[in-house]
Structure formats: structure tokens, C-alpha cells
T-cell receptor, first 111, second 111 residues
Framework: DAKTTQPPSMDCAEGRAANLPCNHS???????VYWYRQIHSQGPQYIIH???NNETNEMASLIITEDRKSSTLILPHATLRDTAVYYC????????????FGAGTRLTVKP | SQTIHQWPATLVQPVGSPLSLECTVE??????LYWYRQAAGRGLQLLFY??????ISSEVPQNLSASRPQDRQFILSSKKLLLSDSGFYLC??????????FGDGTRLSIL
């Protein structure tokens, strides 16, 4: 079973920010938060990860609450190509065989 | 740069036939390797992982097996396919502590 809870679906207007929430209330101190996305019929694509500080890269920003029980992935200017299923995963940094993918959030970016 | 290749992209096999799916990684040495299966509309299920040549760990009992004959080669096999083996099979790799990266997957249909 996944250790995270995400809404099953979300819509976003093209050009607007997409904010995808994730609850991980049972996260342990040595567990990171990872985000992946999966475009239809392709393998999951790594987006970003973090431990407790907010992170930003060329794809997205990750905001982790101070108590680390939830996080938000932000796509600052969503495009139609960002339509995908987004997965939030928590796992210890040293144990990659504990990657538990849940059902994720299906983000639809609309023109 | 590090890349991962999976083939074939799609495969249609009759019930009872054998299976061999291959995955190779380039641009790194001694990667951890993983096989996942994804049922339609579901999250990923970890099937096997390997931390070195000849070392295979199985996560779920099933009709499949895995082998790692070379450092950067991971093979998923079956002697006799079942209808329930249909799905989207994904290979992934990582280097200790780094995010996993996935191949483009093989869509397997059993008739």
C-alpha cells in the first residue's frame, strides 16, 4: 500500500500554475518525498524530490510543510504537455526498493 | 549520460508461450535494477530488483522470473504465460541513493 494520499484528478487551465497536493501523515524522519509523472503509455518520469526544505528545478517546485505531513508540487505555467498522472512517493533515501506507487493524480491541462 | 532501453515496446503472446523481456542501461556501472508491472489504470507493483550480477530479489510470488547475466542487463522471463500476466512492464535503474529512472515500458497482451 502507498504511504501517500492524493486526489484522483485535477484540472488546470493552460498557462496557469498547477498545484498538486499530497498527504503523507505517517512519513518518517529518514524518508524523502519524491514526485514522478507518467504520460500515457510511457514510463514514469522523475520530477523532483526533497526532505524538508522547499526545492525547485527546471520542471517544478516542491513545497513541504514544516511538519512534513503534506507537500505540494507546483508546475508554475502548465502546458498541454503537462497532462499526465502525477505520483507522490515517500521512501527512505537508502532503500529504493521501497518505491510504492499509488494511483496518483490525473492532471488535465485544458486550453 | 545515463540511459535505459527496454524492448520490445509492445508484445502479443498466446497463453502458455514463453516470455523474455530485456532491459539494458548505459552510461553507468553497477546500477540497481528493477522490474515493475502496471495494470490498467493502477499504480506500479515492484516485481524484482537486483543490486548486482546474479543477485535477484523477488517481491511477489508469481509466474515470472528475473535474471541479471551482465552488470547492466536485466531480463524478465516466463516459461508459460498466463492471461493474468498481461500488463505494462517497466524496467528502472538507479545509483545508490539517487532517484530511479524508468524505461518506456513493454505493453504485453496475452491472448
Amino acid at each position: 500500500d502507498a504511504k501517500t494520499t492524493q486526489p484522483p484528478s485535477m484540472d488546470c487551465a493552460e498557462g496557469r500554475a498547477a498545484n498538486l497536493p499530497c498527504n503523507h501523515s505517517t512519513i518518517s524522519g529518514n524518508e524523502y518525498v519524491y514526485w514522478y509523472r507518467q504520460i500515457h503509455s510511457q514510463g514514469p518520469q522523475y520530477i523532483i524530490h526533497g526532505l524538508k526544505n522547499n526545492e525547485t528545478n527546471e520542471m517544478a517546485s516542491l513545497i513541504i510543510t514544516e511538519d512534513r505531513k503534506s507537500s505540494t508540487l507546483i508546475l508554475p505555467h502548465a502546458t498541454l504537455r503537462d497532462t499526465a498522472v502525477y505520483y507522490c512517493i515517500v521512501r527512505p533515501w537508502y532503500n529504493n526498493n521501497d518505491m510504492r506507487f499509488g494511483a496518483g493524480t490525473r492532471l488535465t491541462v485544458k486550453p | 549520460s545515463q540511459t535505459i532501453h527496454q524492448w520490445p515496446a509492445t508484445l502479443v503472446q498466446p497463453v502458455g508461450s514463453p516470455l523474455s523481456l530485456e532491459c539494458t542501461v548505459e552510461g553507468t556501472s553497477n546500477p540497481n535494477l528493477y522490474w515493475y508491472r502496471q495494470a490498467a489504470g493502477r499504480g506500479l507493483q515492484l516485481l524484482f530488483y537486483s543490486v548486482g550480477i546474479g543477485q535477484i530479489s523477488s517481491e511477489v510470488p508469481q509466474n515470472l522470473s528475473a535474471s541479471r547475466p551482465q552488470d547492466r542487463q536485466f531480463i524478465l522471463s516466463s516459461k508459460k504465460l498466463l492471461l493474468s500476466d498481461s500488463g505494462f512492464y517497466l524496467c528502472a535503474f538507479d545509483i545508490a541513493g539517487q532517484p530511479q529512472h524508468f524505461g518506456d515500458g513493454t505493453r504485453l497482451s496475452i491472448l
